[in-house]
């Protein structure tokens, strides 16, 4: 079984690659007959390679959710070329495959979290997996650490607020041990605590754990520290390129319906006002460091 995995391996070093990658929904009648398609994704070409902190961004409709379902093999290609560390998500025969090296977090964490204690929860992919016991505790200690969550193990996860199910739920997947985990639109439903919280949780895991993550999400300040960050709109990849390569172009994410983080406009703002300030701001640090170095200018 492992040579033929082997064989059916695409000869790729990247953790996610697509190539010319469609998709169609197809519209069916109250009789269940199909009556035409409709294109969710439109000759998507992606690359991702291990270990990245990948965002992608985009309005409601844009294709970002089933670009999500494409990669955990949820929903196969209709069109194109899709593989997930080096496997082809279209072959029935590795869909298991897929979804360990691949891991997903929903936008609302009650439809992922099915037990009634944390550690349960946490525990219940890798019995899935056929994991012994003794590795089991292992790893459900280690990931609920990582996530912050440690101390909650024995909680119910009824009793937890929005930002702190979405972490178990993060160690849910993390407790499987993928080697990329795409989390689609994670903090939709949070307050700003929990966002960060739950940001600050996969920022942590990328960088320490080496873990490859794809946030997909429509808040702005969420992606500055990735490093690569896709735009789709109309079913497409119509921008990519670092954060600050991204934000320059605010007309552009305008036209786009999308915005930029509220530093980068306040920034603008401030240039538009004749205070020479640079045109790739990310941060509040940075922009005081920025306004800082005027004032001396000016003294």
């Known amino acids: 079984m492992e040579s033929k995995k082997k064989e059916l391996m695409a000869n790729t070093t990247n953790m996610i690659e697509a190539r010319n990658m469609s998709f169609d929904y197809f519209k069916r009648d109250e009789n269940g007959e199909i009556t035409g ?13 291990h270990g990245q902190f990948i965002a992608i961004l985009g309005s409601n409709g844009s294709g970002k959710s089933t670009l999500a379902k494409n990669i955990n093999a949820i929903l196969n290609p209709s069109e194109g070329t899709l593989y997930v560390d080096g496997i082809d998500v279209s072959n029935d025969e590795l869909i298991w495959d897929v979804r360990k090296s691949a891991g997903m977090v929903f ?14 929860d946490v525990a219940f992919g890798p019995e899935n997996m ?9 790893r459900v200690e280690e990931c609920l650490k990582a996530v912050g969550m440690f101390k909650f193990r024995k909680a119910s996860p009824n009793h937890l607020s929005g930002g702190q199910k979405q972490r178990i739920a993060i160690a849910g997947i993390m407790a499987m041990k993928p080697k990329c985990i795409v989390l689609d639109e994670p903090t939709a439903m949070l307050d700003p605590s929990g966002r960060r919280d739950v940001i600050k949780t996969i ?21 500055v520290n990735a490093d690569k960050v896709f735009v789709m709109a109309d079913h497409k990849i119509k921008m990519q390129g670092t954060p600050r390569e991204i934000f320059e172009n605010a007309k552009e994410l305008e036209e786009l319906k999308l915005d930029v983080p509220y530093v980068t406009r306040l920034a603008v703002a401030l240039r538009d006002e004749g205070i020479e300030l640079p045109a790739d701001i990310l941060t509040r640090e940075e922009l005081v460091a920025e306004i800082m170095k005027v004032k001396a200018k000016q003294q």
């Open 37 to 49: 398609k409709e294109r969710a994704l439109d000759g998507i070409d992606l690359e991702v390679k």
């Open 203 to 223: 920022t942590k895991l990328n960088k320490e754990e080496g873990i490859t993550i794809l946030l997909i999400t429509h808040y702005m300040d969420e992606v």
């Open 107 to 120: 936008q609302n964490p009650d439809n992922q979290i099915i037990a009634s204690v944390v550690e349960e």
């Open 130 to 138: 056929g994991i012994s016991p003794k590795d089991i505790i292992k």
